[in-house]
């Protein structure tokens, strides 16, 4: 008799245990924290920028551009393009003094009819030439910018390859102080790397100097008008 009672209490007990068991099993856990949103990471502030040694170099570009082979060459063709325009407006320029001259030395024999028409006539030529020889600029500068363009931008793509090369940080374009922010420049040659893209470039380009030829007198100046940038400059930084 206390056996049998015995394992009713042990059995009763057992599944008491099982039942508390299966109930703790069929409730469900408590929900997990959810992260934190992640516009809290975005408040984070970024590390501070680090500060590296600065390697500054210098280039008066255009006269860089001017100064290799193919862009000496290409000044002369443009320039010869315009020997015969230039040589019809001396002509005219020597004509128009020669009348000014004969007018002069007549002056006290002519009627002043005859004054009046000389002094029309020159008057008419000279507004020829001066209108000749303005549109005859403008076409030569327009022809010598586009040419340096064309030349611009492969010695530009120079620049950046020698920059990237020499590890330097900032390159400043000193060609033409009245429009640059480079208020000084120290003119130490080891900075200066103008000289150096031309023998660069000169290099990779495999264009051969051409033929030293001066400007005649009164020929157009050969280098292009400072107008609003459209040539690819280097960057300025790495």
């Known amino acids: 008799m206390n056996r049998n ?32 949103p992640a516009a809290a990471a975005a408040n984070t502030p970024p590390p501070p920028p680090q500060a590296v040694p600065a390697k500054i170099a210098l280039i008066a570009f255009e006269q860089a551009v001017m100064a290799t082979n193919e862009g ?12 015969p325009k230039k040589a019809q407006i001396d002509a005219m320029g020597q ?21 009046a028409t000389r002094y029309k006539n020159i008057d008419v030529k000279e507004k020829q030439l001066n209108r000749d020889a303005e549109d005859a600029n403008n ?24 920059i990237a090369q020499s590890g330097f940080t900032l390159l400043l374009d000193v060609s033409n102080q009245q429009s640059s922010n480079v208020m000084w420049a120290s003119q ?18 495999g ?14 100046a050969p280098a292009p008008r400072r107008t609003t940038p459209t040539t690819p400059r280097p960057s300025t930084t790495k």
């Open 95 to 115: 004509e128009v003094e020669s009348l000014k001259k004969q007018l002069q030395s007549a002056s006290t024999t002519l009627s002043d009819e005859e004054k």
């Open 139 to 162: 076409a030569y500068q327009a022809d010598l910018q586009e040419a340096y363009g064309k030349v611009a931008r492969k010695v530009s793509a120079t620049v950046q390859s020698y």
């Open 5 to 36: 009672l015995v394992l009713v209490s042990a059995l009763t007990a057992g599944l008491s245990t099982a039942a508390a068991m299966a109930q703790t099993a069929a409730t469900p856990a408590p929900a997990t924290p959810a992260p934190a």
């Open 72 to 83: 000496q060459r290409a000044v002369q063709e443009v320039s010869k393009k315009y020997e």
């Open 188 to 205: 130490n040659p080891n900075i200066d790397i103008t000289m150096a893209i031309v023998q660069a470039y000169n290099a990779s380009s």
């Open 207 to 220: 264009v051969t100097a051409p033929p030293p030829s001066g400007p005649s007198a009164g020929a157009p």
